[in-house]
């Protein structure tokens, strides 16, 4: 993935947990560099040996890991100079969160090597809708969980986040039921 993500891990887990603990992390997870280029792919063992790593030394499970990340990706990238971008993305979460494939889409422009995720919205109702998530990735899942929680808090809503399909236990791919 785009060092970007890299950088937000690294981001999360100084803010949170101090610079120390990122130290550790990055050697535990081999990670020799001084730091990471935004614009640069790298490959996803890194990402997900970076997570695995940080839930060790955190001593944190990785659904609460992913979905702080999730959550921090928001504010993160809204800082990194796509703050734009996603105010054009919508005024409401429904808004937003149907336009998922079109900010991917504009961000592949400029990310070439990007490997996009795909978002669908159906059954939309006042109050609720399902939200399609599918990926060549696996295991990233609770990460969506938290930006959905980060966006409903960006819309002032409460809003409610229910996994109804699972691509890890076998369905075709994963399903959000999002109520507000
Ligand atoms: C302007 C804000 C955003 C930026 C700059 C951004 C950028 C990116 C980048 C660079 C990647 C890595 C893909 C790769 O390198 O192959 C990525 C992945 C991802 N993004 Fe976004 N993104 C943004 C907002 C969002 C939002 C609001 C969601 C909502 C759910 C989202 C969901 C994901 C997911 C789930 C992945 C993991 C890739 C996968 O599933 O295969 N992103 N994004």
């Avoid at 999360?12 to 020799?32: C, N, S, T």
């Avoid at 990340?69 to 734009?84: I, K, N, R």
């Avoid at 399909?165 to 075709?172: I, L, Q, R, Y």
Wanted: hydrophobic share 35%; with cysteine.
């Amino acid at each position: 993935m785009y060092g970007l993500v890299n950088k937000a891990i690294e981001g999360l887990v100084k803010k949170e947990f101090g610079e120390d603990k990122w130290l550790e992390i990055k050697e535990k997870a081999h990670f020799k560099d001084h730091g990471f280029i935004s614009m640069k792919p790298y490959p996803d063992s890194l990402t997900y040996s970076l997570v695995g790593t940080a839930c060790e030394v955190l001593n944190m499970n990785s659904k609460d890991l992913l979905e702080a990340f999730g959550e921090h990706w928001l504010l993160y990238t809204s800082q990194e100079g796509y703050g734009e971008m996603m105010n054009s993305a919508g005024n409401s979460l429904p808004e937003f969160l149907n336009n998922l494939n079109m900010m991917h889409f504009r961000l592949g422009q400029i990310m070439p090597e990007m490997i996009m995720p795909k978002f669908e919205v159906s059954e939309l109702q006042e109050s609720s809708l399902l939200l399609h998530y599918k990926s060549e990735r696996d295991g990233l899942t609770d990460m969506v969980t938290g930006i959905i929680r980060g966006l409903g808090k960006r819309f002032e809503c409460n809003c409610k986040i229910e996994l109804i399909s699972a691509k890890s236990k076998g369905d075709n791919h994963d399903i959000f039921k999002v109520s507000w």
